[in-house]
């Protein structure tokens, strides 16, 4: 999972990249309204964190001009503690969430996992399918209820090929969703992650469409991807 940061304010821009990325995202940081914008455009994002009060071009703005051009990624905005008319213009503009600041950085991820499982329609942080099972929240995976230990780009191909499930993921999609921008992108290894990930799990739940990418198996012994664990709250 792929996540824009768009705050100004360096240390906290920084905690924020930290933070999502100690919890497995891969993350992509811009500090002005109209670097966010383009980045905004330019990138395939599976959740944008977005500050209002931005310096060259504001956040409400930015997000506006999204929505109009048909950009319909998941936005989650940062809005000043006594300004609720942001959060309210924010949410009118297509925010799908706000955190208010001072926030608790437990919340923002916790708003971002929200978000990121609502927009692949998943009704709680743990998908599985047959015999393996990942949690989003907790980063982890089991095969038959054993721990399956995974390399963090192993874990995010596995999640975003889940997440995904029943659609055909091409390896360039794959690629702009487990790198930063700043990675030498390579597809190759793509195929690398899906041959280690097939070795590592006791059934084959990627299948390969040829000249088109990877799907998760959807008849194999039953083994379909949904989610289990609870109702989403
Ligand atoms: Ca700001």
């Known amino acids: 999972m792929r996540v824009l940061v768009v705050e100004d304010e360096p240390t906290l821009n920084a905690q924020l990249k930290q933070a999502l990325e100690d919890d497995g995202y891969v993350v992509d940081t811009a500090f002005d309204g109209k670097e966010g914008a383009f980045q905004g455009e330019a990138e395939p994002y599976d959740c944008i964190i977005l500050d209002i009060g931005l310096p060259q071009k504001d956040g409400l703005t930015v997000l506006e001009d999204w929505r109009a051009a048909g950009n319909t990624v998941p936005v989650l905005i940062l809005t000043a503690r006594d300004r609720w008319s942001d959060k309210v213009k924010g949410m009118d503009a297509g925010a799908d969430d706000y ?135």
């Open 99 to 233: 955190v208010a600041k001072p926030f608790q950085m437990e919340e923002v991820l916790a708003r971002v996992r929200a978000i990121v499982r609502r927009a692949a329609g998943l009704a709680s942080n743990t998908i599985t399918c047959g015999p393996i099972s990942l949690d989003l929240k907790a980063g982890r995976v089991t095969d038959g209820g054993m721990a399956v230990k995974l390399t963090a780009q192993e874990f995010r191909v596995l999640a975003y090929l889940l997440t995904q499930s029943g659609k055909v993921v091409s390896r360039t999609e794959l690629t702009e969703h487990i790198y930063d921008q700043d990675f030498d992108r390579d597809s190759n290894t793509i195929e690398v992650f899906v041959g280690r990930l097939r070795k590592k799990l006791s059934q084959n739940i990627i299948e390969t469409v040829r000249g088109m990418g990877y799907r998760i198996a959807q008849d194999a012994d039953g083994a379909t991807a949904g989610t289990s664990g609870g109702k989403e709250a």
